[in-house]
Nanobody, 111 residues
Framework: QVRLVESGGGLVQAGGSLRLYCAAS????????MRWFRQAPGKEREWVAL???????YYSDSVKGRFTISRDNAQNTVDLQMNSLKPEDTAVYYC?????WGQGTQVTVSS
């Protein structure tokens, strides 16, 4: 079955960086679009970034220019490099593909 496991979250000061990791298994990773979402307390889950099997990537306006999504089809991983973090980036970050979700990893940005 599909399994997505996120890691790399933590506490960071505003302006800092974090790199999130998602390890995928149970499907042909290279063929699927991979996405990152996030959910802040009291807010709806929102899309952050996606990367196609070709490597083409897209970002929400709120993270464009600060976050970079990448994938390694040999390792079945998708990463999210987050730079210039802001307190409003505080959320649980989720890896997602084809209707399947990971358990999430907490990112907290202090001001």
């Amino acid at each position: 079955q599909v399994r997505l496991v996120e890691s790399g979250g933590g506490l960071v000061q505003a302006g800092g960086s974090l790199r999130l990791y998602c390890a995928a298994s149970g499907f042909t990773f290279s063929k699927f679009v991979m996405r990152w979402f996030r959910q802040a307390p009291g807010k709806e889950r929102e899309w952050v970034a996606l990367i196609k099997s070709s490597g083409s990537s897209y970002y929400s306006d709120s993270v464009k220019g600060r976050f970079t999504i990448s994938r390694d089809n040999a390792q079945n991983t998708v990463d999210l490099q987050m730079n210039s973090l802001k307190p409003e980036d505080t959320a649980v970050y989720y890896c997602q593909t084809d209707g399947n979700w990971g358990q999430g990893t907490q990112v907290t940005v202090s001001s």
